[in-house]
């Protein structure tokens, strides 16, 4: 399994930015998004299930929507009235299980600044 996300970039405080996280590879289930910011440690941002359950950190409740396409493996979060503390790297995770064990898998992390 890879993990492929893209759609950082540099955006202005109150701006939007999508995230994309495609999945080649076997299927997996619950997948998603942590961020590191400069000096801290990694966080869970939110994640969703198959199903399309969902749970957020308290900081980004009702800017932050994680969504998932299982036809096409893709997850998203779209980020809504950035913050600059929002500016971190971000990195989409998937579960998977098989025989009997749980793999995890990261993919590289993608960079979103937000600038004030």
């Known amino acids: 399994v890879q993990l492929q996300a893209s759609g950082g970039g540099l955006v202005q405080a109150g701006g939007s930015l999508r995230l994309s996280c495609v999945v080649s590879g076997f299927s997996v289930g619950v997948m998603a998004w942590y961020r590191r910011s400069p000096g801290k440690r990694r966080e869970l941002v939110a994640q969703?299930?198959?199903?399309?359950?969902?749970n957020y950190v308290d900081a980004v409740k009702g800017r932050f929507f994680i969504s998932r396409d299982n036809t096409k493996r893709t997850m998203f979060l779209q980020m809504n009235s950035l913050k600059e503390e929002d500016t971190a790297v971000y990195y989409c995770?998937?579960?998977?299980?098989?025989?009997?064990?749980?793999?995890?898998?990261w993919g590289k992390g993608t960079l979103v600044t937000v600038s004030s």
């Open positions: 995770n998937a579960e998977r299980r098989a025989n009997g064990e749980w793999y995890d898998y």
């Open positions: 969703i299930t198959r199903g399309g359950k969902t």
